[in-house]
């Protein structure tokens, strides 16, 4: 009699946490249904020469201009963006950061290592003012993973420790120490491992699924009853560890899920007690998006790290940035973050002018307004439509999760699906996460009738799968 084994030449299929599949029986009817020789021709020729990968290729279609909200493709539909990889929150080709670029191109392109250049000197002068308490020492990188690994170095010279502590089905970046402290198996698992020795993992603040088994009151979370169970989880981690380096996390993660009352107080306090660094990735939540600058300023809780990005380059070019507290700069013997375009002078006059567009048009303020009229119609949408079972958001962050049964909360992954492919043929683009969550990230230059048009449109689909 032989033992029943797993097979170690099966295929690995991971959960689709991020995005939608895109090798789905519906892409392939949507893209017959939808592609004409162009778009076919732009897809298939992306294919052939990218190397493949999930969410991202085959891909849905060729773009040909990005403006304000719209994206437009190469057979000229528009699609309001209401995804955007949220680097847009100033809109795409905003006229005053395409002028700032064009005039840093021509006064000074490149700066090469070793040199410092004003642009980068403003910059980093900027991100101190307007990040929350102390923060203020700066590292600038090429993209968001780059900066969280930097903050993952830092955070190892200063304690010396190397243990972290992160979210299941969080995203911190490709690079392999982001997806180390990362919990998607899509950027982790199978034979993209082994990743970075002491990555530890708890159950995040998901309250309307509590993976602690606590009920949940219209989607908010019973206090009473969990006593917060998510964050005392995670203060055991730390106290049995000892050694954490540094417990790193979306201070609201952009599924959605919202922390409950308090969750991040309890985690600073924790923290603190048992020596761990707090690192808030803002990458997707920072520059206003959320009604505050930053995320964190909801919780009234300052981070050691701070790391942002994503729209810092105004939806033009790439740039992040790792702010911290000045007693963590103890790591001036080593390179944690000598990247070829660290300074360069035109990603940081791009991020310059773009914290300038945010602060000039309020649109800190304007993403907090039209956050709160369109999580009301979110609300009154749930009220018509029993496949809606939860909806929840912060400023410019909302989500509808989608279940087949709102007793048993049976994701409805297939509904999910089926909406998207029918509100892109109605002229709107956004995300579905986890499976069953519809996640919206418009402009915070979006105007009230375009939000509104939106969700109408996202209404209609909904009624017409459910």
Not at 110 to 126: H, S, V
Request: charged share 25%.
């Amino acid at each position: 009699m032989t033992e029943d084994r797993p097979d170690p030449t099966r295929r690995f299929d991971p959960h689709q946490s991020e995005g939608e599949s895109n090798l789905s029986a519906r892409r392939r009817r949507w893209a017959e249904a939808n592609l004409d020789e162009t778009a076919r021709a732009a897809v298939e020729a992306d294919a052939r020469h990218f190397l493949h990968q999930s969410v991202s290729t085959p891909c849905l279609t060729g773009i040909a201009r990005a403006e304000g909200i719209w994206i437009e493709d190469v057979q000229g539909r528009r699609y309001m963006d209401f995804h955007g990889n949220n680097v847009h929150n100033i809109g795409y080709g905003h006229p005053r950061l395409i002028a700032a670029i064009k005039d840093q191109l021509d006064a000074l392109p490149f700066a090469p290592r070793r040199f410092t250049n004003q642009p980068a000197i403003d910059l980093a002068q900027k991100l101190a003012a307007i990040a929350p308490g102390d923060l203020s020492k700066v590292l600038l990188t090429p993209g968001g993973s780059e900066a969280i690994e930097v903050a993952l170095k830092l955070a190892r010279a200063a304690t010396g420790r190397f243990k972290t502590v992160s979210f299941w089905d969080s995203f911190h970046g490709a690079g392999f120490g982001a997806a180390s402290v990362g919990g998607e198996q899509l950027f982790r698992s199978g034979a993209i491992g082994p990743l970075l020795a002491g990555g530890e993992h708890v159950a995040s603040f998901t309250c309307y699924r509590c993976a602690y088994g606590y009920p949940e009151r219209d989607g908010k979370p019973d206090l009473e009853l969990c006593h917060m169970a998510c964050a005392g989880y995670l203060r055991y981690v730390l106290e049995k560890e000892g050694d954490v380096a540094a417990v790193i996390a979306e201070p609201l993660r952009v599924v959605p899920y919202l922390p409950p009352p308090g969750y991040w107080r309890a985690v600073r306090a924790a923290c603190d007690e048992f020596g761990a660094l707090l690192i808030f990735d803002e990458i997707p939540t920072g520059l206003g998006r959320t009604g505050t600058m930053f995320a964190c300023e909801h919780e009234n809780v300052v981070p050691d790290i701070l790391v942002l990005g994503k729209a810092l380059g105004g939806g033009a070019l790439p740039i992040a940035a790792l702010i911290a507290r000045p007693g963590l700069d103890v790591a001036g013997a080593y390179a944690i973050g000598h990247y070829t375009h660290e300074k360069n002078p035109v990603t940081a006059r791009a991020a310059l002018t773009t914290i300038a567009i945010i602060e000039d048009e309020g649109l800190v303020e304007r993403a907090a307004t039209l956050g709160e009229r369109a999580l009301a119609r979110l609300q009154d949408m749930k009220a018509r439509h029993p496949l809606i079972g939860d909806v929840r958001g912060r400023g410019l962050v909302l989500g509808v999760e989608l279940v087949q049964d709102r007793a048993t909360k049976a994701p409805a992954n297939d509904a999910a699906e089926a909406v998207f492919y029918r509100a892109l043929e109605r002229g709107l683009s956004f995300k579905v996460t986890m499976g069953n969550v519809l996640t919206l990230t418009p402009p915070l230059v979006i105007s009230e009738g375009d939000l509104m048009r939106g969700l109408d449109i996202l209404e209609a689909c909904i009624g017409e799968v459910g």
